[in-house]
């Protein structure tokens, strides 16, 4: 008999997470669920775990976690709380597999503690990656974990890459690879004049035309700070300059990304915009499975499009590239200062044009310096935070 996969899922109530459930559900033959984890939610993490039935539950919040306890007390299901509890599923001998899938640089510990217990890594928190890439990636080399990259444009490539290359490759290996083309849709607001972006309504911001997301993850695809994180996500996993890295946009969201080779060759990978291919392909690899994804159809698309992104309407774009470029701390100070734009925005207390001058304003005051260790990766990000709270 095969024996089964067991998954944790950090953020579980979560748009990936409940795409993650989907996949598990329609192959109960492969995959069990060991954990599931949220921040607070206790009425969606309880259904969950009534239907999913997984030794262990764990709520970020510890009033949460108490109240989960009491719900959950005619189950045996364990519930634990906070940052260690996260931790403790993620290392646990009896996960073979997490997905990270909790939104912004909290999700960074747990999914470091996955890492360095050498568990499969479906790594959807791209936060984390651009937080910690070098640490992270030496992380996932030392302990012999296996990364799979569930941002799709990061699947995309990977997909389109030599299947013996893993995670890994460079510009030297003799590969004939030249180039990636890393597409993005352009967000909501791709057709927006400037002027009006100083009125746009975080419902706005968080009406992806192609993607049904979290709200934070919806507002950087808004700002494009998404496609300058999966710039520098994309330099860590693939160990590649920025240079080597062109960004496109494809507003029909088709094709996920692009490997150009020397010889001329382009691969794509294309597919219908719906985060269970990634997902079940982080899952199963090398292997493929069924998942319910509706059948690409490219005579009733009729056509795909591509255009260069403008710079000048998304600033953020060129502050991402630059980040990418100089490294150390630089990503860490990008990606909190974005947190604490983005949060404020959603809070309805900063303008939607003021996300890039606040990121700006934060790399500009914070000094870049080498990280060699999780504690100074998080000691740069309480900084970066501290000094974009203070600019709002
Ligand atoms: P979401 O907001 O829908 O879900 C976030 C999850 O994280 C929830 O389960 C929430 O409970 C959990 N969480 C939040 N704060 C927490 C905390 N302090 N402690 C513990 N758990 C916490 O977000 P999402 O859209 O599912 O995105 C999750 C991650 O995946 C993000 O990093 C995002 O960039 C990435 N991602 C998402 C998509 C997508 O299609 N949604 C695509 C690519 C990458
Ligand atoms: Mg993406």
């Known amino acids: 008999m095969k024996q089964l996969q067991s998954v944790s899922i950090l953020g579980s109530t979560g748009s990936i997470g409940v795409n993650t459930l989907s996949v598990i559900a329609q192959n109960s033959d492969r995959y069990r669920v060991f954990a599931l984890t949220a921040n607070s939610n206790v009425k969606q993490l309880e259904k969950q775990c009534r239907e999913y039935l997984p030794d262990y539950a764990v709520m970020y919040d510890t009033t949460a976690a108490k109240q989960l306890a009491s719900e959950l007390s005619d189950t045996n299901i364990t519930v634990l709380s906070g940052i260690q509890g996260l931790e403790y599923i993620a290392s646990h001998d009896e996960t073979d597999c997490v997905m990270a899938a909790i939104v912004g640089g909290i999700g960074l510990a747990p999914t470091f503690a996955a890492v360095k217990a050498g568990k499969r890594v479906l790594l959807a928190n791209k936060e984390a990656l651009v937080m910690a890439g070098h640490l992270f990636m030496d992380s996932v080399r030392q302990h012999n974990a296996m990364l799979l990259p569930i941002d799709s444009e990061h699947n995309a490539m990977f997909q389109c890459l030599p299947v013996n290359q893993k995670a890994q490759f460079s510009n030297d290996s003799g590969n004939g690879f030249s180039k990636i083309v890393l597409t993005g849709s352009g967000g909501p607001f791709l057709d927006t004049g400037k002027e009006m972006l100083a009125s746009v309504t975080p419902d706005q911001a968080c009406a ?8 934070k993850i919806s507002v950087d695809s808004a700002t494009m700070v998404n496609k300058a994180l999966e710039l520098i996500e994309a330099c860590f996993l693939f160990g590649l300059d920025e240079s080597l890295i062109e960004i496109i946009i494809h507003p029909q969201s088709i094709i996920h990304s692009m490997v150009y080779y020397r010889d001329g060759s382009v691969l794509a990978q294309m597919g219908n915009p719906d985060m269970r291919t990634p997902i079940s392909y982080g899952l199963a690899w090398p292997n493929r499975i069924s998942v319910g994804v509706e059948e690409l159809d490219l005579a009733a698309i009729s056509s795909l499009d591509f255009l260069r992104p403008d710079l000048e309407r998304f600033p953020c774009l060129r ?45 500009q005051k914070q000094a870049v310096c080498g ?6 990766v998080l000691e740069e990000d309480r900084k970066a935070r501290k000094l974009a709270s203070g600019l709002l």
């Not at 990280?371 to 100074?376: A, C, K, N």
Request: aromatic share 6%; no cysteine; net charge negative.
């Open 371 to 376: 990280v060699s260790t999780l504690e100074e």
């Open 319 to 363: 502050l991402g590239r630059k980040v990418a470029a100089t490294g150390d701390s630089a990503p860490i100070i990008f990606n909190a200062a974005n947190e604490i734009a983005v949060a404020a925005f959603l809070a309805g207390n900063l303008r939607f044009d003021q996300i890039p001058a606040i990121i700006d304003g934060t790399l």
């Open 208 to 215: 992806h035309p192609n993607w049904e997301m979290g709200r």
